[in-house]
């Protein structure tokens, strides 16, 4: 049948509904524009890719788990005053050699990122007494107190930089003292220090325990150890910043050398520190040990993110014969967990494991359209002109310009009532014309020319009026 006898057809259903109608408001399909624009858009795309199968699914995901590391930490805490406890602190002091300096030295080099050297630190109370020592101090420019927390006691201040801290430079040289707040070992070639050792007793066994770094930043006018001062007299300004080896804050060098100085039949974990959540993760500002017999228990612990992701390519019904499917790109996560693994140290051996479950959520990675839309998926709605203006198109190349496959439009965005099977998305789009129509997107049935698309993760997004190639939809 001809595009004529199409018209032919439907003028003669018309002429006779004239006769029955009760209004002329019942000959108008309102939906008449859209129908019209899906119709021509579903021509050009078969004259394009090919006759489309009636039992094409237009949905391509495997929708099998990925993992991840974790996409946030908790933050800071901030714990208020310090508790009060039964447990005794003695204080002695311990030398630490050349060659365990040497080996912090050249193994954690100043200003390089040495995080993957170690693994995060984390240990619970043990049932006899132990001792930490700070044996190494690099240069930084910030002051900062070494602090411990222990579960049903509260926070204790253990140490200051640079307190009791003294050094040689030969075999022969005195001890010179390093003095409080002051810079450290940081450019190496030191013979020897002498550092406070500091032995708990009697602490809760079995209760969480941690260290972390409570950091005087630069001030208006000051760094370092003025910018302490300065909180001492107006504790308004220059307030510390608490970094919890629970962030990462810390972590076990498990191949580092031993003191001579400690005894044969003690065990040691050696801890670096960094003291800035978006530092050079160094972890050489402060390293010091932990040493008792037996080694106390010490739990390295991994975190990963599971989650199923469909990407969703879309076209926003702006143009007929534009198929580079980058108006919307959205990740949808679903079905997210936190996978928390814990090892003994000196074992290596799986000693837990514990999963908690995570909303899903969406992220927007670029928006091609020069139209204002509403994003849907499942109860959940995002507006793009609440994040980016309306008529700019973002991270899609136009103009030249390079795609970062891993950017972010805003945040993340919980997602409810997100069905994966039924993908239960849509797009909402405003049309720029006088007629001021809204065009309803949805996920295409089995052999409709789609809109949207359903992709693995994997799958990268074309540049502005790029088509997609040829071969994601003929055979």
């Known amino acids: 049948m001809n595009i004529k006898s199409l018209f032919l057809t439907a003028s003669v259903a018309v002429v006779g509904l004239v006769f029955v109608a009760c209004s002329h408001d019942d000959f108008i399909d309102k939906d008449a524009p859209v129908k019209n624009f899906t119709a021509e858009y579903a021509a050009n795309f078969e004259k394009k890719f090919g006759k489309i199968d009636p039992n094409q699914n237009w949905d391509f995901c495997s929708m099998q788990p990925s993992y991840s590391l974790p996409s946030s930490s908790n933050g800071a805490r901030t714990r208020a005053g310090e508790g009060e406890g039964s447990f005794a602190c003695t204080t002695g002091e311990i030398e630490v050699e050349k060659t365990v300096l040497d080996w912090v030295h050249n193994n954690m080099p100043m200003g390089k990122n040495n995080q993957q050297k170690g693994d995060p630190f984390k240990m619970k109370v043990p049932g006899n007494s132990f001792s930490i020592a700070p044996i190494y101090q690099g240069n930084a420019t910030y002051y900062w107190q070494l602090w411990m927390y222990v579960e049903d006691l509260g926070d204790f201040m253990i140490w200051e930089k640079g307190k009791d801290f003294y050094y040689k430079a030969d075999a022969e040289s005195d001890w010179t003292e390093l003095g409080v707040g002051r810079e450290g070992l940081g450019d190496g070639g030191f013979y020897s220090v002498k550092s406070p050792s500091y032995t708990f007793t009697n602490l809760p066994e079995g209760k969480e325990m941690y260290f972390y770094l409570k950091v005087w930043k630069n001030g208006s006018y000051d760094l370092g150890y003025d910018a302490y001062l300065k909180y001492l007299e107006n504790q308004n300004q220059n307030k510390p910043d608490n970094f919890t080896s629970l962030e990462g804050m810390m972590i076990s060098l498990v191949n580092a050398k031993k003191p001579e100085k400690v005894p044969s039949d003690y065990d ?145 965005f919980k997602v409810e009532g997100f069905k994966p099977d039924k993908n239960n998305v849509s797009v909402e789009v405003v049309d720029k014309g006088k007629s001021g129509e809204v065009k309803t997107i949805t996920f295409p049935k089995k052999g409709e020319a789609p809109k949207i698309i359903a992709v693995e993760v994997t799958v990268p997004w074309m540049k502005e009026r790029v088509e997609v190639p040829d071969t994601w939809f003929s055979e």
Not at 307 to 331: Q, W
Not at 335 to 361: P, V
Request: aromatic residues 10%; contains cysteine; negative net charge.
């Open 268 to 412: 040691v974990t050696i801890i670096g520190c960094e003291d800035q959540k978006s530092g050079d993760n160094d972890f050489e500002d402060l390293v010091f040990m932990v040493y008792g017999k037996p080694v106390p228990p010490t739990e390295r612990v991994e975190e990963v993110e599971s989650a199923r992701t469909k990407r969703y390519f879309m076209e926003d019904l702006g143009t007929l014969d534009d198929f580079d499917f980058n108006d919307v790109v959205v990740d949808v996560q679903y079905d997210r967990k936190k996978i928390t693994y814990k090892y003994d140290n000196s074992t290596d051996k799986l000693i837990g494991q514990t999963e908690e479950k995570l909303d899903d959520q969406a992220i927007v990675r670029a928006t091609g359209g020069t139209l204002d839309f509403t994003l849907t998926i499942g109860e959940t709605t995002w507006i793009k002109s609440e994040h980016k203006n309306a008529t700019e198109m973002w991270n899609t190349g136009w103009g030249g310009a390079s795609i970062n496959y891993t950017a972010v439009l805003g945040e993340p």
